[in-house]
Structure formats: structure tokens, C-alpha cells
């Protein structure tokens, strides 16, 4: 059982791959989107509590403000229209 | 009393802690003041909200260093002003990089931040490392007197606790960076924005404070903790528990100083309470073996300034060992 699914995924990764290949501007929009979800997820751990998720080390981390404010509040406004997100997400998986 | 001449080996960095009420303040002051007494630049540190140490002093103490007497200083570290310190250098820096309107509308979330339940010990614990970053300097020996245990066990392991977070901050940035470098390559835009990164220096910054504060702090030869207790229930339980804890943590425990012992004298009307006493001292001496253990009697009156305070620091001479 184990084997064979790891076997689609491989298949499943080379197709992934092929086609990335195919279309490098898809591709770079993909990686570009994943820098940008990977830095919201960092906003999520870093400034968290602005949304009411307790962070142990919010104070310090108001220490990077300075470089962070002017995303802070379109990545607020992201995080709580939830409706974006998932759009978002599905634009991601669109292999047109 | 006189002034003994054994010296005392102290480290540079000496904490008291204990319950509530032991006499934390008191027995830090008192070994201040014998430190001071032979030729140590000593300055005591007070983290208590309730700023006790200028009471036991006698003497006003604010929250910026002031100068007691020869070789003696003293700080009520005031973590409002603290954090208004550090609020404000943010601000500054931020109305250079981003626009006032801005910074206007992040204004509410600053707040919460600000007041967040971490906060006030983040604040004392910038100011700890301030203050031990200036031994050498203006200092041989600094003495804290700390909150309730409770209070100082979190204080004193922030470091290693969101050092960790903070590592894991600094891994998530590097590879949020490199996605954003492999998207550069077709987009000069960003790949300028890139270029440095003051997000992952200042994280990175952040994370060597934690180290030199954890360094310090699990260095024996450099940290030291000792505790305040009475002879009763409830402060031996407490001290097992919080030795145990800071051990773990790897923080240096030296003695313990028994506080407020009924001295004979007392009289056939405190008998039961000596007898009591007595088998409290039985079990601290048995379950702390190993450890200084040091007997500090209780005073006719409270301690309300030097005079009295200098009646108690000979005692401490022994503490070290
Ligand atoms: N050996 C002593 N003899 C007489 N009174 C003492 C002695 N030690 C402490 N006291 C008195 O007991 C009270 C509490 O002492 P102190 O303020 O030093 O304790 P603390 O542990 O720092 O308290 P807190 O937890 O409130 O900070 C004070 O009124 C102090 O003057
Ligand atoms: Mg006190």
C-alpha cells in the first residue's frame, strides 16, 4: 500500500514539475506566491496577537514594526477576510 | 556588631528570591552593603513593584542609578519606564521608514502589544541585561532583589524559552527569503528589496541578547541564586520546587538564607513557636544537606534603614561558602 502511493506521488510530482517547466512565468508566479504565503505565515507568528492569537514575545517583536508596518496592514486585512484567502488558494492550483 | 574581615567570594551577579514576605529585599541589601563594605563597587537592583529596597534602605532610590553611599548604588528598575523607553525608540525609528499615517493606524495594535501579559518582564529583563552589560565598567557586583518566585522563574528562563521561538523566527524568515530570491531572478523589483534584510538582522540581534543573558545566567562562576526563606511550611515547599526548576534551566543555586529566626531571647512566650521553629530548621537542614545554609535572626523591629541593615551584612560574609 505504502509503496504504491509513494509511487503516485512521485508521479504526481513529476507531472507537477513537467509542467512547471512548461510555463516559467506560472512557475515564478507560483514560487513568488509561496515567498509571500511563507512570509504571512512568519506575520502570522510574529504580530499574531494583533489578531488575538496570544504571542509569547509580541514586545520584542514590536521591534520590527519599523520594516514590517507598511505590510501589516493589507496582511491584517488579508488574514481576516478569510473569503481572499481561499481565493487566493484556488488561484494558486489553477493549471490553466 | 562590627564589620568582620572575612572577605566575601562573591560573583558578579548575585540574585535573592524567595516568597513573598521572607525578606528578599532585606538580606539583598544586607549584602550589598557587605560587599561595598570591603571595597566592592556593588550595585543593587530592584525588580519588586513595590519598591521596598528605598524602605529598607532608608534612602530615596529611583528608577535611573543613584549613588547610596561609598561603593554602593542602587536602581528601582520601573518596567512603565522601561517600556516607554523602548516604545519610543520604535517610534522614532519608524517615522524615518514608514509614513505617519500609517504608523497612525497600527497605533491600536501597538497597544496591545504593549500591555501584553509578557511585556512587563520583557521590559525588566532589557533592562537586567543593560545593567550586567555595564559590570566592569562601573561595577564589580551586582545584586538583585527579585519579585516573588514565581515572578522571577519566568523572568530569569525567557531567554532560553523565547530564544527558542526566536530561532524558529529567524528559520522561517531565511526560507521566506529564499523563495523570494528564487522569485527575483525575474523580477529586479524585488530582488533590490532583498538585498539586506533588516527583519533578519534585527531578529538576529534579538537572538544574541538572549544567548549573552543565557550565558551569563548559567554560568556559575558568573550567576548565582540564592534563597530567602522562613522556618515554616509553605517557604521550604516552595524553595524544593523552585531549586528544582531553576536547575533544571541550569541556573547556579548557592545557599540558603533562613530568615526571621526567633532568637532565644524571645522569651518562655514564644517557646512553642521556637519548638516549632526548631523542626522546621531540622527538615531545612536535612533536605537542603549539601547547601549554605545561613540563620539570620529576626530583629526587634523591622528594618527601616542602614543602621539596622548594617547589623545583619556581617552575617552574609559566610553565604558564598
Ligand atoms: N531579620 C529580620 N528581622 C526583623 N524584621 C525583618 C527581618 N527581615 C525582614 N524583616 C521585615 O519583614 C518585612 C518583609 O521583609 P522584606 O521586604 O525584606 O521581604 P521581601 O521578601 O522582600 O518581601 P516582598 O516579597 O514583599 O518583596 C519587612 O517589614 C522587613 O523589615
Ligand atoms: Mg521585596
Redesign the pocket.
Given at each position: 500500500m505504502k509503496k504504491d502511493r509513494s509511487a503516485l506521488s512521485k508521479i504526481w510530482e513529476f507531472l507537477c514539475l513537467f509542467h512547471h517547466g512548461t510555463f516559467v512565468d506560472k512557475r515564478m508566479a507560483v514560487v513568488r506566491k509561496e515567498a509571500y504565503d511563507i512570509n504571512d505565515n512568519l506575520m502570522m507568528l510574529l504580530f499574531g496577537d494583533f489578531l488575538g492569537i496570544p504571542n509569547p514575545i509580541s514586545y520584542y517583536m514590536l521591534e520590527l514594526l519599523p520594516y514590517m508596518a507598511e505590510d501589516l496592514v493589507p496582511w491584517q486585512r488579508r488574514m481576516q477576510n478569510r473569503k481572499f484567502i481561499i481565493a487566493e488558494k484556488a488561484a494558486q492550483y489553477d493549471f490553466d | 556588631m562590627t564589620s568582620t574581615d572575612r572577605k566575601v567570594n562573591y560573583r558578579p551577579f548575585t540574585f535573592f528570591g524567595?516568597?513573598?514576605?521572607?525578606?528578599?529585599?532585606?538580606?539583598a541589601a544586607a549584602y550589598a552593603l557587605a560587599l561595598a563594605a570591603q571595597g566592592a563597587r556593588t550595585l543593587m537592583v530592584s525588580t519588586?513593584p513595590?519598591h521596598?529596597l528605598a524602605d529598607?534602605y532608608g534612602a530615596e532610590i529611583g528608577f535611573e542609578v543613584v549613588k547610596l553611599e561609598e561603593n554602593l548604588w542602587g536602581i528601582e528598575i520601573d518596567p512603565e519606564v522601561e517600556a516607554k523607553k523602548y516604545m519610543k525608540g520604535i517610534q522614532e525609528k519608524m517615522l524615518h521608514i514608514v509614513s505617519a499615517a500609517i504608523v497612525d493606524e497600527i497605533k491600536r495594535q501597538i497597544e496591545i502589544a504593549y500591555t501584553s501579559p509578557g511585556a512587563e518582564e520583557a521590559a525588566i529583563f532589557d533592562k537586567f541585561i543593560e545593567l550586567m552589560e555595564s559590570l566592569g565598567e562601573r561595577f564589580d557586583a551586582i545584586v538583585f532583589?527579585t519579585?516573588?518566585t514565581g515572578h522571577t522563574l519566568r523572568l530569569l528562563t525567557l531567554p532560553e524559552i523565547l530564544g527558542t521561538w526566536i530561532e524558529h523566527l529567524i528559520e522561517k524568515r531565511k526560507k521566506a527569503m529564499h523563495m523570494m530570491k528564487m522569485a527575483a531572478r525575474y523580477d529586479s523589483v524585488l530582488a533590490e528589496k532583498i538585498e539586506e534584510d533588516p527583519i533578519l538582522d534585527t531578529l538576529t540581534a534579538r537572538r544574541d541578547k538572549f544567548d549573552l543573558a543565557r550565558k551569563i545566567l548559567t554560568d556559575p562562576e558568573r550567576s548565582v541564586f540564592h534563597f530567602?526563606l522562613n522556618a515554616e511550611k509553605l517557604p521550604i515547599l516552595e524553595t524544593a520546587r523552585a531549586l528544582e526548576l531553576l536547575r533544571n534551566h541550569g541556573i547556579a543555586t548557592g545557599g540558603l538564607v533562613v530568615?526571621?529566626i526567633l532568637p532565644p531571647e524571645a522569651g518562655p512566650f514564644f517557646e512553642k513557636r521556637r519548638e516549632a521553629q526548631e523542626e522546621y530548621l531540622q527538615d531545612i537542614r536535612s533536605r537542603f544537606a549539601g547547601r549554605k545554609i545561613l540563620e539570620?535572626?529576626?530583629?526587634d523591629?523591622?528594618?527601616?534603614g542602614r543602621e539596622q541593615l548594617i547589623r545583619?551584612s556581617p552575617l552574609f560574609a559566610d553565604l558564598d561558602g
Open positions: - | 524567595g516568597k513573598g514576605g521572607t525578606g528578599k529585599t532585606s538580606c519588586d513595590a521596598s529598607a532583589d519579585a516573588p530567602v530568615n526571621k539570620i535572626p529576626l530583629l523591629s523591622d528594618i527601616q545583619l
